[in-house]
C-alpha cells in the first residue's frame, strides 16, 4: 500500500484485527487523496463520510458528493466494499454531485 501516493497516514475503519482491504480515496477538486484500511463488508457511505472529514471538511452533507468506481457511479451507497469489487489497491473517486462553476 505504501506505493500509492497519497497522504502518509491511513485511515481505518472497522473492528480492530478484523480483515481489511486498502484502498484510495481521491478528491480530484481538492487535488488530495487518502489511504483508507476497512473490512470489505464496510458500506461505501462510511468510506464516503470518513473520506470527505479528511479531504474536504468544509463539506455540509455528504448528499452533496458521489462516489465513483471504475468510472461509474455508485448509486447505492449502502452496499459493501465487497459488493461494488473493491480489491485492496482499488481507487475510489469522490466528486461533488453538480458541477461547479469555474471562476477565471
Same mark, same amino acid.
Given at each position: 500500500?505504501? =506505493?500509492l501516493r497519497? +497522504? =502518509? #497516514?491511513t @485511515?481505518?475503519? /472497522?473492528?480492530? /484485527?478484523?480483515?481489511?482491504? !486498502?484502498?484510495r %480515496?481521491?478528491?480530484?477538486?481538492?487535488?488530495? !487523496?487518502?489511504?483508507?484500511?476497512?473490512?470489505?463488508?464496510?458500506? @461505501?457511505v462510511?468510506?464516503?463520510?470518513?473520506?470527505?472529514? &479528511?479531504?474536504?471538511?468544509?463539506?455540509? $452533507?455528504?448528499?452533496?458528493?458521489? %462516489?465513483? $468506481?471504475? /468510472?461509474?457511479? %455508485?448509486? #447505492?451507497?449502502?452496499?459493501?466494499?465487497?459488493?461494488? /469489487?473493491?480489491? =485492496?489497491?482499488? =481507487?475510489?473517486?469522490?466528486? $461533488? &454531485? +453538480?458541477?461547479?462553476? %469555474?471562476?477565471?
Amino acid at each position: 500500500m505504501s =506505493t500509492l501516493r497519497a +497522504r =502518509t #497516514d491511513t @485511515v481505518r475503519l /472497522g473492528e480492530p /484485527g478484523a480483515a481489511v482491504i !486498502a484502498v484510495r %480515496v481521491e478528491m480530484p477538486e481538492v487535488w488530495d !487523496a487518502i489511504r483508507l484500511e476497512a473490512p470489505p463488508s464496510e458500506p @461505501v457511505v462510511a468510506v464516503k463520510v470518513q473520506a470527505l472529514a &479528511r479531504l474536504y471538511p468544509e463539506a455540509d $452533507f455528504h448528499e452533496e458528493f458521489v %462516489v465513483k $468506481f471504475l /468510472g461509474c457511479e %455508485v448509486l #447505492d451507497e449502502n452496499a459493501s466494499l465487497a459488493d461494488i /469489487g473493491a480489491v =485492496t489497491g482499488s =481507487t475510489l473517486l469522490l466528486m $461533488f &454531485r +453538480r458541477r461547479r462553476p %469555474v471562476k477565471i
